[in-house]
């Protein structure tokens, strides 16, 4: 059995969406990010950084977690399915996995925050995190070029990417003038674990933000980011 600690946020995501398509068996606990769950003791013991998502595996002797990228290659490991077992092919996949947790998350996470939730709106920060986010979907644009997915077969790094390229609308980002990206989007996003994935713990809202993720970002630009 797989505990899962996690909240609605595209790195949530990751981790719901994973253990969807490997059709585990798993127990959910909500973190609310608003009431500050992931900084009180007990869920730090689990998870040091004090972010979501983690999982605990009570199979591997109460086993923890934490990171979403590192969550992805464990489950993806002990149950040997969504990323290939030859060292290229798995290397692939962790390249590209690797571009989203250092580039894509990171970049679009920023714009988020400085294009929707600053305080006081700076110009140069906006622009200079929606084109690099930019960027890094036309990187994306690029491999996506005759392939149907990131590294051919569908694996965890599409489901890294599409959790936060999905919702690069909220942070001012267009992708419907990149023809690859806008195909593998609404491919990836049809998969039935994927739908049901985005609805754990509860739908993300972001029609006017919500307080939860307006308190997530908030959170953000303080340096202190939750998710």
């Known amino acids: 059995m797989i505990d899962l600690y ?30 500050g ?12 950084n004090g972010r979501i998502p ?9 086993f923890a977690v934490f990171e979403s990228g590192a969550i992805l290659i464990y489950l ?9 077992s030859d060292p290229k092919g798995r290397s692939r996949v962790i390249q590209w996995l690797m571009f989203q947790m250092g580039g894509v998350g990171p970049m679009q996470g920023q714009a988020n925050v400085f294009y929707r939730y600053a305080p006081e ?6 622009e200079r995190y929606q084109s690099e986010t930019r960027r890094l979907y036309e990187v994306l644009e690029g491999q996506l070029e005759g392939r149907d997915y990131l590294c051919d077969e569908y694996s965890i790094a599409d489901i890294a990417h599409w959790s936060w390229v999905s919702v690069g609308f909220w942070a001012g980002v267009e992708t419907a003038d990149l ?9 990836v996003g049809e998969r039935p674990a994927v739908q049901k994935g985005i609805e754990i713990p509860e739908p993300l809202v ?22």
């Open 6 to 35: 996690t909240a609605s946020t595209p790195n949530g995501w990751k981790a719901s969406i994973m253990l969807e398509e490997l059709g585990v068996p798993y127990r959910l606990h909500a973190i609310s990010l608003s009431d």
């Open 54 to 62: 983690t999982i605990v595996d009570r199979d591997a002797d109460d």
């Open 37 to 48: 769950d992931q900084k009180k003791p007990d869920y730090l013991k689990i998870n040091p």
């Open 179 to 187: 023809p690859n990206l806008s195909r593998w989007l609404k491919t």
């Open 76 to 84: 993806a490991e002990k149950f040997g399915r969504l990323m290939p």
């Open 121 to 126: 709106k700076i110009p140069y920060a906006i």
């Open 206 to 227: 972001l029609d006017d933000g919500g307080e939860e993720v307006t308190k997530m970002a908030q959170s953000m630009l303080q340096g202190k980011q939750d998710s």
